[in-house]
């Protein structure tokens, strides 16, 4: 069993930057994928980001690119999402996740492991 663990929430204004942490413990962290998802009020949870297992490879959806950056650091078991110019549609709670597949996946049900979530909040 692995448990994540997220921290960075905050309350800043649009344009501001907020990084996302992930740290993992329990499992070998190299051996996930992980991503990120976020859910706002009344919406569903919607794939961000995600990172091969050796960090050589990302993807992010399309409303993020440009702004987003996800990257991992296998010795400290931990994942970011560097986020830069934030707007309000970015609010949300965001969760870290781990899947076993080799591929990265997008899609919430793919992924084994998932953290509590933590709050970002972007003012306008």
């Known amino acids: 069993q692995a448990q994540l663990a997220e921290s960075g929430r905050g309350l800043v204004q649009a344009g501001g930057s907020l990084r996302l942490s992930c740290t993992a413990s329990g499992r070998t962290f190299s051996n996930y994928v992980m991503g990120w998802f976020r859910q706002a009020p009344g919406k569903e949870r919607e794939f961000v980001a995600a990172?091969?297992?050796?960090?050589?490879?990302?993807y992010v959806k399309d409303s993020v690119k440009g702004r987003f950056t996800i990257s991992r650091d296998n010795a400290k078991n931990t994942v970011y999402l560097q986020m830069n110019s934030l707007k309000p549609e970015d609010t949300a709670v965001y969760y870290c996740?781990?899947?076993?597949?080799?591929?990265?996946?997008?899609?919430?049900?793919?992924?084994?492991?998932w953290g509590q979530g933590t709050q970002v909040t972007v003012s306008s």
């Open positions: 996740a781990a899947s076993s597949w080799v591929l990265i996946r997008t899609t919430w049900d793919q992924y084994d492991y």
């Open positions: 990172i091969t297992r050796s960090g050589g490879s990302t």
